[in-house]
């Protein structure tokens, strides 16, 4: 999908589904997700599996949604923030959540955020953006809460606004065979012509050369050539 061979994406989304800590039954999800969000935002599903590399334990751990996961690196991937960087950005913004500095815990009780609910766990991503919308909160002062790396994100998830990320966010949900329907999109232009072609073309020399193998050894061994 998205430019690479669709082996390399089942191995990417591999990769995340053990970084994330997901179900083997969840692949298909992910391979379709990736699809979406490659095509949905400015990334493509290499840049996601780098970026996932970078923020999959750390998001797991935290309780974070893989759906709100993609949905957030696909808006950093649209503010420039992608790949590595962007898992990297995000990463740093959950671990700031999670364990925040004296500073960043009495401007966040000053502000009135809320980053969990009552039962001690971390808000979805779209929910704590929308808080910050709310509340007004200009870019110094989320760096104070998120720091330079968290904050780079978050500013940028904030830039973009909560409504995008619940829009990828829902389309990330509803992704039911968007990779195959990018494969076959693929399939229709030259270059998945010519693959097809190809792989045709080799599908018919298996062919002839099992049938007319025996017949060309029997005249070798028969000394005829």
């Known amino acids: 999908?998205?430019?690479?061979?669709?082996?390399?994406?089942?191995?990417?989304?591999?990769?995340i589904l053990s970084g994330m800590r997901m179900e083997v039954g969840e692949l298909?999800?992910?391979?379709?997700?990736?699809?979406v969000t490659s095509?949905?935002?400015?990334?493509?599903?290499?840049?996601?599996g780098e970026a996932f590399a970078n923020v999959a334990p750390g998001a797991a751990a935290a309780g974070v949604a893989f759906n709100d996961t993609a949905?957030?690196?696909?808006?950093?991937?649209?503010?420039?923030i992608k790949g590595g960087r962007g898992g990297t950005a995000l990463n740093a913004a959950i671990r700031t959540i999670l364990k925040p500095s004296k500073e960043a815990?009495?401007?966040?009780?000053q502000l009135g955020l809320k980053f969990f609910d009552s039962a001690g766990n971390m808000e979805p991503l779209v929910n704590i953006i929308?808080?910050?919308?709310?509340?007004?909160?200009?870019?110094?002062?989320?760096?104070?809460?998120f720091g330079e790396e968290g904050g780079r994100?978050?500013?940028?998830?904030?830039?973009?606004?909560?409504?995008?990320?619940?829009?990828?966010r829902g389309e990330i949900v509803a992704s039911g065979g968007a990779a195959e329907t990018m494969a076959n999109k693929q399939l229709n232009t030259w270059q998945g012509s010519m693959k097809l072609m190809d792989s045709v073309t080799e599908s018919l020399q298996i062919t002839l050369g099992n049938k007319f193998l025996p017949v060309l050894k029997s005249i070798v061994d028969e000394g005829i050539i």
Request: without cysteine; glycine residues 10%; charged residues 20%.
């Open 105 to 109: 815990g009495e401007l966040t009780e």
């Open 153 to 168: 994100a978050i500013n940028a998830l904030v830039g973009s606004g909560s409504k995008r990320l619940a829009e990828l």
């Open 28 to 35: 298909d999800h992910v391979v379709d997700s990736l699809a």
């Open 71 to 80: 949905a957030a690196l696909g808006v950093l991937a649209d503010n420039a």
């Open 39 to 48: 095509t949905g935002s400015n990334t493509t599903v290499l840049e996601l």
């Open 1 to 15: 999908a998205a430019g690479i061979e669709l082996g390399a994406s089942a191995d990417i989304a591999s990769n």
């Open 130 to 145: 929308a808080q910050l919308e709310e509340k007004g909160t200009d870019a110094r002062q989320v760096l104070t809460i």
